[in-house]
Every structure is written in C-alpha cells, then in structure tokens.
C-alpha cells in the first residue's frame, strides 16, 4: 500500500449524478500497460481536471471515452449508455451528447473556421442550409471569435484563435459534456486566463459538464471543482483541489506543494 486515500463514494456522491462512469479500466499497447483497473466517476455540471506526469495516459483515458481508444478490459457508460457495447444507434445518439476540442484543435486544414463548425452538424442534424449558417455564426461568437473569422483557415489563426475555433466545433450540437485536452498549452498567461475565464464562463451560462485533461495548475485552481490524478496505472485520488496538498504521495505532494502550486492559489484566490 502507498498510503494514498482510494476514491471512496460519500452521501454526498451518492446524490450526485454520474454521468461518466469508468470501471475496471485496463489499456495496454503492445507490452506496455497504461491504465490497469481504472474507476473514474464524472460528475453532472461538474469542472473535473485530470492530471498526472508524463506518460500517466491522461490523454488515452479521454480518447476512450469518446471511443476513439478501444481498451483492452472494462466499462464505460456516458450518460447511461454504454460506449464500448452499444448498439450503433445508441453510439451515433451519444455522439451528439458530447464535444471534443483536441490540444491542438484538430481542426480541418482544408476547411474555413465556419466550415469547421458546420462539420458535426452536417453528420448529425437534418435543418436547412440557412439555419445551420446561424447557428455555426453563433457558436463562433459565442466563444469570443470575431465574425471575420468564419471565413478564415485555420493556417490563418492564431494558436488561441484557433483553440477557441476547436471550442465552437465542440459546441456546436449544444452538448452536455465537452471534453478538453490541454486548452492552455502553447498560450501565453494572458491567453491562457481569458480561455479559462471563457471556460467558467460557458459551464456556468449552459450548465455544461467538462472533463479537462490539464497540467495548467492557474487552470485548476481558477475553474476546476474536482481533481482526479493519474498515477500508478490508475485514478490515485480525486477530490478538491483543496484536498491534494495532504496526499502522501511524492508525485502528488511536489505537483500541489512546490512554489508554482502556491503561487497558482494565491493567483485562484484573489481572483
């Protein structure tokens, strides 16, 4: 045993509702095991910032979510339905229930900003030209980029730019969870708080839930409800942000402990 608190279910979880819901996780390429008996539960309407060192397969445990990852052993159920086994059409409805903006936005090179937002409406929407127009035009607003911008390539953008364009594609068929991997990577610390303020901002105004795969500590401390770190093949601990600093565990205690977590909650706090 390594002395680390396991993730334990309380009263107050128990009112909660669950949906995602990981159990029994193994993912291994070749002879490498990433993941090996992972349970991870994501809360509705919740903040949740995975994060871990390098090579912990936070990034892997997103991707099978959204079933771009097929796991060796295990279940996953988002909103009730199960990813893995499901029948196609319970995929393709699942589908709609959720939005991926990638870390570096996987955008369609070949496509304009608008075009790129219009893309999952294309495949999972029947309404007229007119109005999915509209709607690609206000999701794009609605992550703060200009109107000029819908007819600009993504070559054409700034790396912020471009990340807020991989945030209206995301949203783009008013999903209930949006999943997040490293928003703030590559952008300067202005950069970086205005995409967390706009994150805050989204969550709250449609009651979004986000699952952010992160190791911006400015990110947890300014928009997360709950931590779930990676470690040792599984979801060491999870909990507030609060709660980290009082894990024994080397990894843990340096990443919430050492002068930039410090500095990160002082920055959380006064804002």
Same mark, same amino acid.
Not at 142 to 153: D, E, I, M, N, Y
Not at 170 to 186: H, K, M, Q, R
């Given at each position: 045993?390594?002395?680390? +608190? *396991? ?41 949740? %910032? ?5 090579? $912990?397969?936070?990034?892997?445990? &997103?991707?099978?979510?959204?079933? /771009?990852?097929?796991?060796? *052993? %295990? ?23 959720? =939005?991926?903006?990638?870390? @570096? ?15 999952? &409406? ?19 607003? /609605?992550?703060? /980029? ?7 390539? +993504? ?27 490293? +928003?703030? *990577?590559?952008?300067?610390? #202005?950069?970086?708080?205005? @995409? ?11 009651? /979004? ?11 947890? @401390?300014? #928009? ?14 999870? =909990?507030?942000?609060?709660?980290? *600093? ?8 340096? @990443?919430? $402990? %050492? ?8 920055? =959380?706090?006064?804002?």
């Amino acid at each position: 045993m390594d002395g680390t +608190p *396991a993730p334990r279910t309380t009263q107050a979880d128990a009112e909660r509702e669950a949906v995602i819901r990981v159990r029994g996780l193994t993912n291994r390429f070749g002879p490498q095991v990433v993941h090996e008996n992972l349970d991870l539960d994501v809360w509705r309407g919740e903040v949740l %910032g995975v994060v871990g060192g390098s090579g $912990t397969g936070k990034s892997v445990l &997103m991707r099978s979510i959204v079933g /771009l990852n097929k796991p060796a *052993a %295990g279940s996953i159920e988002v909103l009730g339905v199960d990813v893995l086994n499901g029948t196609e059409a319970d995929r393709r409805r699942i589908e709609k229930s959720w =939005g991926v903006a990638f870390q @570096y936005g996987a955008l369609f090179s070949s496509l304009t900003v608008l075009q790129n937002v219009l893309a999952p &409406m294309r495949e999972h929407l029947k309404i007229s030209e007119r109005l999915m127009q509209e709607l690609g035009e206000l999701k794009i607003s /609605l992550v703060g /980029l200009p109107l000029t911008s819908c007819s600009k390539f +993504p070559s054409e953008l700034s790396g912020g730019m471009r990340k807020r364009a991989a945030l209206a594609r995301a949203l783009a068929l008013d999903p209930e969870i949006v999943f997040l991997d490293e +928003p703030t *990577a590559g952008l300067d610390p #202005i950069g970086a708080a205005a @995409y967390d303020d706009l994150i805050g901002e989204l969550q709250r105004a449609l009651g /979004l839930t986000v699952f952010m795969v992160t190791h911006d500590l400015d990110s947890l @401390y300014a #928009i997360c409800d709950r931590v779930a770190v990676l470690a040792e093949k599984r979801v060491l601990v999870e =909990g507030p942000i609060e709660d980290m *600093a009082s894990v024994d565990h080397p990894w843990v205690r340096e @990443y919430f $402990t %050492g002068p930039r977590a410090r500095a990160a909650s002082e920055k =959380g706090r006064s804002t």
